[in-house]
């Protein structure tokens, strides 16, 4: 029998199980250890609350857990209640799948202001995240930045932008739906470094923003390249450009719908200035140079704003004794090996990037890298001694049955129309399951 820990249930943690699942059929037992009591991960309080369709993928993961040789083994904090040294003593491969849940950090003055919040504690709030379930950001702002040009910026203003009835048949948190049905939005500016030829949107989720019922995209012509010139992209990109340039030629017909969504290309925040609170942005217009890098051109102007969300990607927590990359911010590794019987896989191995689909191959690949690092494995005690561990300690977990009680409880308080209310306390999941 091989013991292997997986320490993170998001979709890299799942799709991991699944592949071990595959590999060695009944000669595996996996155990799945999380934090929080509810699995899933970013699939939970990542993915935004109106794209239903993507959080979907859970089903699978949920097929992976009913096998037997899968256990979930939630609210266990892997450094206080168990160290990665003992999983290691105990399971023949611990693969962190921890993802990349700190912001990376705006560093610039002003940046420690009220009102200026990064992308994961704004995601972690409308997605009920325990963590952020108390940001309360400034919605009675006028005038929003959000600095980045990724898919993260594109969640964060469609939710700031949406209506109520627009959230129907979303999970978004009760608390979130209340303080944006209060919100006084009337410009959210997108701030991208570079052009439209180099944004981190895709296609789909870019078409969204034409859609919206009360708020309009606006580009400046200006600041695209000649037309002819979109032949060279690849072929995503190159639909993503094509709905700037519809933002552009349909704006006359969205000209009633009162919010303004901004985007301001070559656009670089240098200072966030205000007493106390946000009350303005300077930016440095930027150009690029050879290498498509942006860098400053001196000229300067000011953005007023009463909330700054920065959404410039992520980084994986360090943890203590495992090697860690500094510059990427994501465990030092080779194909996700770290070292001997310790491995990596999804965002903690590669950094922020791709789609929720990418962690498959990853966790197929990671399981391949321990069958052949442990062949038949069962050298380590596994399941059996960390429970006995557990017990010695008055740890108490969470399992996968004790998930569905909890998941069965946020079902029966939804509201009207959607399909759970999650639960922001831990003390009130673990409650819900007894
Ligand atoms: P991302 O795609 O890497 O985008 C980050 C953005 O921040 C880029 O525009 C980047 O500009 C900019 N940036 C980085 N550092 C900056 C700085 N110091 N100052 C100003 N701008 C800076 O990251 P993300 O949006 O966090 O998304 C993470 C991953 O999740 C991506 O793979 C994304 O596609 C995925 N995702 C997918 C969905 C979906 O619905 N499909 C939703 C959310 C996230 P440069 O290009 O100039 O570096």
Redesign the pocket.
Known sequence: MRHIAIIGSGPAGYYSAEAAQKKFGEEVAVDIIDRLPVPFGLIRTG??PD?QS?KAVSRRYEKTNLGDNVRFVGNVTVGEDVSIAELQDLYDAVVLATGAPND?A??IPGSDLKGVIG?AAFVGWYNGHPDFKDLDPPLDAKSVAI?????????VARILAKTEDEFAGSDIVGHALDGLKQSKVEKITF????GPH???M?PK?LGELGQLERARPVVDGEDFPDPGDDAMLEPGMRKSVTHLRNFQSEAADAQHKPIEIVFDFFA??VEIRGDDTVEKLIVERTELDKDLR?TGTGERYELECQMVIS????RTPPIEGVPYEHGRGRFANTDGRILPGLYCVGWARRG????IGTNKPDGFAIVDAIAEDIGAGGRKAGRAALDRLFAERGVETVTFRDWKKIEEAEIARAREGSPREKFTDIADMIAARD
């Open positions: 993915v935004a794209h993507i990376r705006l560093d992308s600095i980045g040009n990724g898919n993260v910026a594109l969640d701030l991208g470094r570079r180099q944004i981190a895709t989720e670089m925040p942006s959404c410039i990607g992520y922020p990037s791709g789609t």
